[in-house]
């Protein structure tokens, strides 16, 4: 994670902890993408998946005061999701969903719908993204993969780029508006 | 609104000031619009970030886009994007650049590799894929005349609204494919309210099933097919 971000962490979850709902719902915004593909790869169930990712964002702020910054509070945030994919898989619901599935007349190779669909998506969406990046222009580009490929804060960006700040700041917001156009446009909405 | 997701944008990467994430958090906390930007930015840079080596291989041949056009995502690009991360996640074993402890790594490594996970993404072929697809959004796909008499099993064919049969609660449709799309054993989905059954045949033809119906029904018509 990047150093910046685990900065601005810090200040949201001090304010969460002074009960400041609106930085809790930035972190669980920011975050939830990641919890939910981390309980997918224990699940393989969407609506699992969602069910575990509410509860981990429910249990992290009930606890969110034993939060010491020890570590970063991802890391801290997917060991609580970690926590209740173990116990998701412990279950009793989950034991009877395997043992309802094997057969004996047949060996039964247990899928789900959305193994293949995301399969097929996941390599498409990201080769089709990654050549939009290459077709933005150098300036935008430049400043986005050097922000979220490299890690760079926009400090070093400027100096990399003989780029005013505030021009850094603009070109890597544009080019994340660019990529979320183009997802809408060319991956996501019917033709 | 321009100026604010910029601001946003910023936010994200730890680059605000106290005093602009203090008027933000405000503002953010009035916009749910605003809060999914920011699942969506995290998204994104977790995508590009991704090696492609990582990730697994699998060829289509048809333009993904109309293929999923009728699916659930269609307008959701919240739901789109968890599905896109999830699979960069799912697919990639390197966690080094989300500050997950080595033991929390190897957990989910273990889980993304395997046996069964590879199974299913080596078994996944361009074929099946576009079967599946097909299965659910062309609504005359299954609805040929049926290459089999299932009156031995019980089963009464209607063939007014594309070859529907049925026993009790039980109604499906049914087709035999001439290939096997490379599966040895039976694979089953559910989709909706509705089962997806691939059933392969001794004679190496794969026989599908969709539509509300067991797991053992099934078995018993694969059984009769094989016969």
Not at chain 1, 30 to 50: G, H, I, N, Q
Not at chain 1, 73 to 100: D, E, H, M, P
Not at chain 2, 30 to 37: H, W
Request: proline share 1%.
């Amino acid at each position: 994670m990047k150093k910046n971000s685990d900065d601005i962490d810090s200040v949201l979850i001090e304010k969460a902890k002074n009960g400041n709902k609106g930085a809790f719902s930035i972190l669980v915004n920011k975050y939830y993408p990641r919890v939910y593909a981390t309980l997918f790869s224990f699940t393989k169930s969407k609506e699992d998946s969602e069910d575990l990712s509410q509860q981990t964002f429910i249990k992290v702020w009930q606890q969110l005061d034993s939060f010491r910054g020890d570590s970063a509070f991802f890391t801290w945030v997917y060991r609580v999701a970690i926590n209740l994919a173990k116990n998701f898989v412990a279950s009793s619901g989950y034991k009877k969903q395997k043992i309802n599935t094997s057969i004996e007349q047949a060996e039964i190779d247990i899928s789900s719908f959305e193994d293949i669909e995301s399969v097929v998506i996941h390599k498409q969406s990201l080769k089709e993204i990654k050549s939009f990046i290459n077709t933005l222009p150098e300036s935008l580009k430049t400043a986005f993969t050097l922000r979220e490929v490299e890690g760079r804060s926009y400090e070093d960006i400027s100096v990399i780029t003989d780029t005013p700040i505030g021009t850094v700041r603009s070109r890597i917001f544009r080019a994340r508006e660019s990529i979320i156009d183009f997802m809408q446009k060319e991956l996501i909405t019917n033709e | 609104m321009n100026k604010i997701n910029e601001k946003l944008s910023a936010l994200y990467d730890g680059e605000l000031n106290a005093a602009e994430v203090d008027e933000l958090i405000d503002i953010i906390s009035k916009e749910k619009s605003l809060q999914k930007q920011i699942s969506i930015y995290s998204l994104i840079g977790a995508a590009v970030s991704q090696q492609s080596s990582n990730v697994i291989a699998l060829d289509t041949k048809k333009n993904i886009k109309n293929a999923f056009s009728n699916i659930w995502f269609s307008n959701a690009l919240t739901a789109a994007a968890s599905v896109l991360l999830t699979l960069t996640f799912v697919n990639n074993v390197d966690f080094s650049r989300m500050d997950i402890n080595t033991n929390s790594s190897k957990q989910i490594s273990s889980a993304i590799n395997s046996k069964e996970a590879k199974n299913t993404a080596e078994k996944s072929n361009e074929y099946l894929a576009d079967h599946i697809m097909n299965i659910i959004n062309d609504p005359n796909y299954m609805s040929s005349k049926t290459p089999l008499d299932l009156q031995n099993v019980g089963y009464k064919s209607n063939s007014d609204n594309g070859y529907i049969h049925s026993k009790g609660n039980e109604s499906f449709q049914l087709r035999i494919e001439k290939k096997n799309f490379g599966i040895k054993q039976i694979r089953y989905w559910k989709h909706g309210n509705k089962m997806i059954y691939l059933v392969p045949l001794n004679d190496g033809r794969v026989l599908t099933l969709y539509g509300n119906i067991s797991l053992s029904s099934a078995l018993s018509i694969a059984e009769s097919a094989n016969k």
